[in-house]
């Protein structure tokens, strides 16, 4: 029996008195990915994002854990939920323009000392000051610097289009504004390079793209960590108490870790590995969240229809961005349908095996938008559901 049949019989079993659709995640595999994650880290800490994550319960779990320290998150209303329930260090990945949300922050201590949100312009430093609504408590404030890697006079760009900041000049400068403004506290420096921590390197069948891959990230790395050196020392010249120096995730925790300049990685996919994060040289982890979809029709030899499953990937739309279907192994989307909003159709020499009301297991291409689909994940230890634990989703909360 191959590891993921063992896997399968697992699952299957835990689940047995479940009606699919359900959602899992194996918690031997999560804290085994956890741990790989701090060994790659080499003892900087590590920031959850809570985006790949989005359950409050495994948030908790890995933060208890030797090496992981606070959370990345996506919008100022779930870093006031966060700050409430509880975490203490809570910084916003995006800048916000929720005015609500906004006062809420600068009138009560509790969030205040707890979030930091993200700036890149003092546009946005005006805005937060005409929403406090009277407010009075300081905003922490955190500078991003944009990542990627341009060429040829900036006709090549790889990276995201994020912060406008690229220069030690400008992101002092944003640094001296906000030094120079009541009510606001300068902390940290992120810089998130998803073109090298996002994009895998190794991807099947194609050698010439991947091995330009690994070109362009080499050389994105080392522009990078040169020029992050810089921007560093030109922020704390300016405020020589930041807090922290935020950089890289998943697929970069090694590479950023090893700059001396920055203080602690970013990290969250890794934990539940989804399947964009199966093409990477750099590390391999254990797939540790899934769903389960029943079958509930056997059209003919070879193909069974199970329920729903079409549960597409932000991004640029594409087959990378479905759902694959992973236990039984073998199975294949039937290429008129793909992954449907109500059936879906899978074509292979295991349909023959499967009987209605058996489960199909899939992987997701994103890790946390998986949340957004179900109110519970089911926590399996061994052969056993040990735990049945609210998603965002399920505690009424839906932040984007």
Known sequence: MTARAADRTRYNRATAHLDAPIAVVDLEAFD??????????????????????????????????????????FTLAESLWLARAGFDDVLLAYPTADRAALAELADDPKPAAAVTVMVDDVAQLEL?????????EEIRVCLELDTSLRLLGGRFRAGALRSPLRSPAQLADLARSVARRPGFRLVGLMAYEGHIAGVGDSLAGRPLRSRAIRLMQAAARRELAARRAEVVRAVRAVAPDLEFVNGGGTGSVQHTAAERAVTEVAAGSGLYVPRLFDNYTSFTARPAALFAQPVVRRPGVGVVT???????????????????????????????????????PLLGAPADDLLIGDKVWFRHAKAGELCERFDELQLIEGDRVTATVPTYRGEGRTFL
């Open 32 to 73: 085994a990915n956890a741990d790989d994650l701090v060994r790659r880290a080499a003892g900087k800490p590590i920031r959850v994002a809570s985006k790949s994550v989005r359950c409050r319960a495994l948030l908790e779990r890995v933060l208890a854990r030797p090496g992981f320290a606070g959370i990345m998150s």
């Open 306 to 344: 199970v329920l729903g499953g079409g549960y597409p990937a932000s991004g640029p739309a594409g087959p990378d961005r479905l759902p694959v279907p992973y236990l039984p192994e073998g199975l294949r989307y039937d290429p008129q349908e793909e992954a449907g909003e109500v059936q879906t």
């Open 128 to 136: 937060i000051d005409a929403a406090r609504a009277g407010g009075r």
